[in-house]
């Protein structure tokens, strides 16, 4: 089976997190500047979640021009992705209303980790369909590695801010900024 209904299906989910993020902004209460102002830690956690809900579109697609059909763990990795995904929204609400709490920014911690081992599961599958292929081991190497340490690090700032929030806040910022462009070398080789 090849994989266009997957790629569909995924984009499709994609788009309703998002649509789901932006619903969950709300106007301020009162036409005043403080009114204002208490809603920019929801407006930056939504861009934060915008940038890396893209992100994540964006390497999902580079993943896939390596998929060559879609296999039983091809289509559950990519799900556990989606479920995971897909609760970007609730942290992102949660850590908007309470930026510097533990527990929304362990919860907001938590689901991006679980995102990046989804990503280190697609590349797992899609590893066992280019065996042959050492260019394309060799660039899911270098993925599952930036994959890895991004899980770790999402994992530990789970706990972080029993101490304090700023570490865990400045791994949420600090994260995306590695996977911002898709590695130059995660083209399909052209066909001759």
Known sequence: MGTSRLEAFSDGVI??????????????????????????????????????????????????????RATPGLIWSNMFLLFWMSLVPFGTAWLGQH??????IAIYGATLAFCSSGFLLIQSALACQNREDERTLCLFARIRIKAFISTVLYLLAAPLPLWSPYPSLAIFVLIPAAYFWPDPKSEPAAAS
């Open 99 to 104: 930026p510097t709490d533990p527990i929304p």
């Open 15 to 68: 788009a309703v997190i998002i649509t789901i993020m932006v619903l969950e902004l709300h106007a301020p209460a009162a036409p005043t500047t403080g009114a204002a102002a208490a809603l920019v830690p929801s407006l930056l956690v939504y861009a934060l979640s915008f940038i890396m809900v893209a992100i994540m579109w964006i390497n999902h697609h580079h993943f896939f021009q390596h998929a060559r």
